[in-house]
């Protein structure tokens, strides 16, 4: 490993434990606790928590279905605007190659 990165591996991992240090000792203070030294720390065991459950859905039918009828309305105006510019690009691609054909032939 390079040296300039492994160097600036342990700083930060000095700054690291510094801000733990840091954590430990604001929590002590807020919890009128002795703080015990960074080397006789101990880490407790993290506690499983169940997630919560998920709440039931509280909106009301009539603004769930405005809601839906806005999406479709997005969705229909997105469908018309890329019909459009397919046609678009269609009418584009029949004036740019097949336009001077006729001239072509009828000379």
């Known amino acids: ?54 709440p039931e859905a509280t909106h009301e039918p009539y603004l769930l279905s405005r809601e839906a009828s806005q999406a479709q309305e997005v969705a229909s105006t997105w469908q018309a605007g890329c019909v459009m510019a397919a046609v678009l690009a269609t009418l584009l691609f029949i004036g740019v190659f097949f336009w001077p054909l006729p001239q072509l032939i009828y000379r």
């Open 1 to 54: 490993m390079d040296e300039l990165r492994l160097a600036e591996l342990k700083r930060q991992r000095e700054l690291v434990r510094e801000h733990l240090e840091w954590l430990d000792a604001t929590i002590a203070a807020a919890e009128d606790a002795p703080t015990a030294p960074a080397t006789q720390r101990v880490t407790p065991a993290v506690e499983q928590v169940p997630p919560k459950p998920k």
